[in-house]
């Protein structure tokens, strides 16, 4: 069964900076996506199983940075120079395949989500 389990969210000022890990069952592609209210699910970040490969939103590229563990079953979201606009609830879930890398439908297991508040 795949499971994955994010942790490391919590409150931060603005230009601070947080870790979010990726506890995953397997070693697979994993994505990093976010959600803040009232808006639709945002992709963020992407890491290929082997983590040789990476793609980032526009929104992140040079701030934030995905990376995986010795063990490959740890994919981590390094996030620096926080802004506001980062407030959301984050996300990883399981490439499930497809063209686009981004695309929240070509994900098939998700992960419980944890809370990042950026205060200004």
């Known amino acids: 069964q795949v499971q994955l389990v994010e942790s490391g969210g919590g409150l931060v000022q603005a230009g601070g900076s947080l870790r979010l890990s990726c506890a995953a069952s397997g070693s697979f592609a994993v994505g990093w996506f976010r959600q803040a209210p009232g808006k639709e699910r945002e992709f963020v970040a992407r890491?290929?199983?082997?983590?040789?490969?990476?793609y980032y939103a526009d929104s992140v590229k040079g701030r934030f940075t995905i990376s995986r563990g010795n063990a490959k079953n740890t994919v981590y979201l390094q996030m620096n120079s926080l802004k506001p606009e980062d407030t959301a609830v984050y996300y990883c879930?399981?490439?499930?395949?497809?063209?686009?890398?981004?695309?929240?439908?070509?994900?098939?297991?998700w992960g419980q989500g944890t809370q990042v508040t950026v205060s200004s």
């Open positions: 890491i290929s199983w082997t983590g040789s490969n990476t």
């Open positions: 879930a399981r490439f499930g395949g497809g063209v686009s890398l981004s695309s929240a439908a070509n994900y098939d297991y």
